[in-house]
């Protein structure tokens, strides 16, 4: 590595500076460009040094405490405490609502059985009679229902059912002679029913006035809107929130196949109830979990602090030294060495602490029931969380053994996506040929998506036995080309691929113990670096502001 020479103090004036295959420094590029000031050189040696420091060695150096690192301890424990808090009120909104739309399902669809996932009909009969049933239970709701569900009001007035049907603009279907005539514009026809209308179960259907045209038609929809309280939430202090359940029971036609498909969907709106009143109840315990979401921004805003000053304080000190090579050895740093003073993860801590500021903020509206967002909070306290466990590997960084798996991956990484460019491609074209091919014959292949998962299945060894079952009693055209298909793509990616994906991570590995023990090929930042044999205690890192008088001993406590 490029090195300084005697320019620095020990060359006469003029004197060339002579280079050798193995002496290749900083200093020696032909002729020195300039008369640098041995101190100046030495002083700014120990500024870059300091800065590549660790926490520990920084304490030693100048007694500075590491807050940064202690401050990202403290993030974690009360991030994931956040998180926690937040994971438990989640999962009580999301068990109701899976337990209401398993409770929708058994009220509206007849018949129906958790089991069964293929729920369908195929006669008019049926239908006709599966379409009043879920009528006639909505009208009756409130004397079916175990829990508090109610209708919607608006205005005093109960807003109704609406059952619509899509049907053809017009069509003339004849199987008979092979003959068909229609217009494929679709158009919608709906009628509205009241919760308090007269209705007898048995003239529904005539009431209605609604007619059924099973060439021309696509699809029945029911719509409804019913409203509900979780009110499980109080045990836990926490004020219930309303919920306003937009259902939709489908009849699906669309394939004309003789097999109408029904489905039940439920569209949730959570917000705050507009009154409310709970006995012996007091606000501290809100109060408590809004200063405790507040400690968590604080904390965060402190670290963002820190963590930019420190990403603004190395692009300083790297436009610093490029300066400094430019003009005293009239050479230009790389980029490897310039992203050297770059640290990535500062980068993480600052993105991890701004997604915390962002959930935390949105967690309080949440919690005063201003918002409802659950889904958007959820993903950004769970990211942010999951930023800060990543980010305090940042100090195991100073530990080789104990950092040998991000060594590894950051290493493998440049060879590991080149590779995967290439298996990607053919990853995909067995994907296109499998939807195209079996898609009519397996459903695990019946759309691009389910054909790409279930490959992905079959590398980790699933699916396989299956696929090949169910392929079994296709024609022999089918059968064979299944066969030869499924075993070139688990001979290719199981046994092809995937060995060779392990082994590129497996030399990595191997290069960088090969490393740690025989010595890393230096840059030459770090040659030039490594001409300053001053240790972190020897006190010449100490600036004029800083006492000299710093006790090494409790760096030791620090360290231990």
């Known amino acids: 590595m490029l090195r300084l020479q005697t320019e620095l103090g020990q060359m006469s004036d003029g004197e060339p500076c002579l280079c050798s295959a193995s002496n290749n420094h900083l200093a020696c590029n032909g002729t020195a460009k300039s008369h640098a000031d041995p101190q100046f050189v030495e002083n700014f040696r120990r500024k870059l040094k300091y800065f590549f420091m660790s926490p520990c060695q920084k304490y030693r150096a100048r007694g ?30 999301v068990t109701f609502k899976e337990g209401n739309l398993i409770a929708f399902k058994h009220l509206f669809l007849k018949g129906y059985n958790d089991s069964n996932k293929d729920y369908a009909l195929y006669t008019r009969p049926e239908v006709h ?24 009001k608006i205005d005093d007035m109960f807003t109704p059912l609406s059952l619509c049907q899509e049907l053809y603009r017009h069509a003339n279907i004849s199987p008979a002679t092979e003959t068909f005539d229609i217009d494929p514009h679709v158009e919608t026809e709906c009628i509205s029913i009241y919760p308090i209308s007269p209705y007898k179960n048995d003239d529904l259907e005539n009431d209605m006035n609604l007619t059924l045209d099973f060439q021309r038609l696509l699809a029945i929809k029911i719509y409804f809107k019913i409203k509900a309280i979780n009110v499980q939430t109080v045990r836990y202090q926490e004020l219930p929130d ?51 979401d507040c400690v968590v921004i ?3 805003l402190l670290s963002l602090v820190l963590c930019t000053r420190s990403v603004y304080t190395g692009l300083l000190l790297q436009l610093e030294y490029t300066k ?32 915390s500021i962002a959930g935390s903020v949105l967690k309080i509206c ?4 201003e918002l409802t967002n659950y889904d958007v909070c959820s993903i950004l306290l769970g990211t942010a969380t999951m930023l800060v466990w990543i980010g305090v590997m940042r100090y195991l960084s100073f530990f080789q053994k104990y950092y040998i798996l991000i060594l590894t991956l950051q290493a493998a990484l440049p060879n590991a996506l080149r590779f995967s460019i290439c298996a990607v491609m053919i990853y995909l074209s067995y994907c296109f040929c499998g939807w195209i091919v079996l898609g009519p ?43 030869v298909y499924i075993y070139s793509f688990i001979s290719l990616f199981t046994f092809m691929v995937l060995s060779l994906f392990i082994a590129i991570i497996t030399d990595t590995y191997e290069t960088i113990k090969h490393y740690q023990t025989r010595g890393e090929p230096a840059s030459e930042l770090q040659a030039f670096l490594a001409e300053c044999r001053d240790t972190p205690d020897s006190g010449k890192y100490m600036t004029d502001e800083e006492s000299s008088s710093s006790s090494s001993s409790s760096c030791c406590l620090c360290c231990s």
């Open 441 to 483: 014959h397996h459903e695990n292949f019946r759309t691009f998506n389910l054909a790409a998962d279930c490959l992905f299945s079959m590398i980790n060894g699933d699916e396989v036995y299956s696929s090949f079952k169910k392929l079994r009693s296709k024609t022999y055209v089918v059968w064979l080309f299944s066969r």
């Open 129 to 152: 009679d599966h379409m009043l049933y879920a009528i006639r239970r909505y009208l009756h709701l409130q004397n079916l229902t175990v829990d508090n569900h109610a209708f919607e």
């Open 366 to 369: 949440i919690q005063s029931k």
């Open 324 to 355: 400094f090579v430019s003009i005293h050895h009239d050479k230009t740093v790389s980029w490897s060495e310039r992203m050297e003073f770059i640290n990535g993860w500062y980068i993480l801590i600052i993105i991890s602490d701004t997604l």
């Open 242 to 292: 309303c919920y306003d359940f937009n259902i939709n029971i489908m009849f699906d036609n669309s394939a004309h196949s003789g097999k109408i498909k029904i489905s039940l969907s439920s569209d949730v709106q959570i917000k705050g109830c507009k009154d409310w009143n709970v006995s012996d109840s007091t606000d501290s315990h809100f109060r408590l979990i809004v200063l405790f």
């Open 64 to 93: 500075r405490k590491p807050w940064k690192m202690m401050l990202q301890i403290l993030k974690i424990a009360i991030i994931t405490i956040q998180l926690v808090s937040f994971g438990l009120s989640n999962e009580m909104m």
């Open 298 to 300: 604080c904390s965060c």
